[in-house]
């Protein structure tokens, strides 16, 4: 469920572009020196929200540096470092593994189950270390795995599993944010797995899979329903963000909320409609 929180690119400056690739980079190095290899090939740019946000929140001392690295051995890039990067990072490997371990159930790869065992040795740490944020992500997606098996069609329970997940690991630390940052989170992670949902459901329904929006798919309104479901998410969770007394790279995370987060919605829906155009 990987790759919907991201930016719309040209609506961001140049500065604000570079900041947000600096964070990145920091993830990737972060991840490359906590977890080797392994844990760079679980990167993501979902979790840049993760370390942009809390950087605005809490501020603090950061540490930038222009670094070359292999994928982009030809010049050098900025990249930032902070503790809330390197949570990031640390967040980053506990969803890889747990998402692969998805897989590995769902559909039996033998390759995701071999790269899970990696990854778990990577971050036994981990589970000791973020006891709670471990805790929701395996409850969380082990009650969605109820609802694939029960063949449920409550969307708003399982979609709430997701948002109960990313809520717990938007909390970096209980404190007077705690559920500002919940709530941003549940929205957002409601908005995901309604997104994921909606990009896998022709495929889903061709290979007989669960997907709570096959119970909808049929209704004629379908299209504006959904729109306007995943607007009230965004809302939702845009409400709760703007709560938090965020100024540093401020633009960046409302670049992402209020408009990247629909850049991959527009992408899907052109892709339907392609896919449909064609069976006319």
């Avoid at 119970?215 to 009230?232: A, S, Y």
Wanted: hydrophobic letters at 40%; charged letters at 25%; a neutral charge.
């Amino acid at each position: 469920m990987f790759g919907y929180v991201t930016i719309n690119k040209p609506e961001l400056k140049i500065r604000e572009f570079q900041r947000y690739q600096g964070y990145y980079c920091g993830i990737c190095r972060s991840l490359r020196l906590r977890y080797g290899f392994p844990g760079q090939m679980a990167l993501n740019y979902d979790m840049v929200f993760l370390a942009a946000l809390l950087t605005g929140l809490y501020e603090g001392k950061e540490y930038r540096a222009m670094r070359r690295c292999v994928l982009h051995p030809a010049g050098k890039h900025l990249s930032i470092q902070n503790p809330y990067i390197d949570y990031a990072a640390d967040m980053t490997m506990i969803l890889a593994y747990h998402n692969l371990m998805d897989d590995w159930q769902d559909d039996r790869h033998v390759a995701s189950l071999a790269a899970a065992g990696i990854l778990k040795r990577k971050c036994k740490i981990l589970e000791t270390g973020y006891p709670r944020q471990w805790k929701a992500v395996s409850s969380c997606i082990k009650r969605l795995h109820g609802y694939e098996g029960e063949n449920n069609t409550d969307l708003d329970g399982a979609s709430g599993c997701m948002g109960q997940l990313l809520g717990e690991i938007l909390v970096y630390e209980k404190d007077a944010w705690e559920e500002s940052l919940k709530t941003v989170g549940f929205y957002l992670g409601k908005f995901v797995y309604l997104m994921d949902a909606y990009e896998d459901l022709l495929q889903d329904e061709k290979r007989g899979r669960y997907n709570p929006l096959l119970f909808q798919k049929d209704r004629p309104d379908f299209e504006e329903w959904f729109f306007q479901t995943l607007n009230m998410m965004m809302a939702g969770c845009a409400r709760a963000f703007e709560r938090l007394p965020v100024i540093k790279d401020v633009a960046i995370l409302r670049n992402i909320l209020y408009a990247g987060v629909w850049t991959k919605y527009d992408c899907i829906v052109k892709k339907r409609e392609e896919r449909t155009g064609e069976l006319e």
